[in-house]
């Protein structure tokens, strides 16, 4: 109970219901010659509730490794094609996510901030493994919660928590 006021973000327009879709990707969204979009398919998994806890990035964005905007300065050098085809990859997807991140800044700063909180996936985790302790999830919860303890004792050094 000690942490649970730590667990979602003070500010309100994060916690406010919004409506997210959690499988938007391009199989998903029509589109006409003039590239409007015209329809949106796959709404069986999407509901109303805190942005915080409904935010995700599109999974064309599905990235969360070391930002590599440009190849390193001896990748000419590189012999190994597999190697160079990772770097390839990662300097992809690097761009990628920091485009979206640069115009999510801009253009919808409250998602840019639900990207941006402290512990942010943990603190989503715990909301998500503490409907499922029952499925096996007692173990992930667990982690959660000490994880969000430490965070609350290291934001709070006066505070005391037993777990």
Request: glycine letters at 4%; aromatic letters at 12%.
């Amino acid at each position: 109970m000690k942490v649970a006021p730590y667990i979602f973000p003070a500010e309100e327009e994060l916690v406010t219901s919004h409506i997210w879709h959690w499988d938007l990707h391009a199989s998903n969204i029509f589109v006409n010659e003039d590239c409007e979009i015209t329809g949106v398919i796959d709404w069986q998994d999407v509901w109303a509730g805190p942005l915080f806890r409904e935010a995700r990035q599109p999974k064309v964005i599905d990235y969360n490794g070391e930002m590599l905007q440009h190849p390193p300065d001896n990748y000419k050098d590189i012999q190994d094609e597999e190697e160079k085809a990772r770097i390839d990859a990662q300097v992809e997807k690097s761009v990628v996510l920091h485009a979206y991140e640069t115009h999510t800044r801009t253009a919808n700063p409250a998602v840019h901030e639900v990207f941006h909180i402290p512990h942010g996936l943990t603190r989503r985790q715990l909301i998500t493994f503490a409907t499922n302790t029952w499925d096996g999830d007692i173990i992930p919860f667990r982690q959660s919660l000490i994880r969000i303890a430490r965070f609350v004792m290291s934001s709070t050094p006066f505070l005391t928590i037993v777990y």
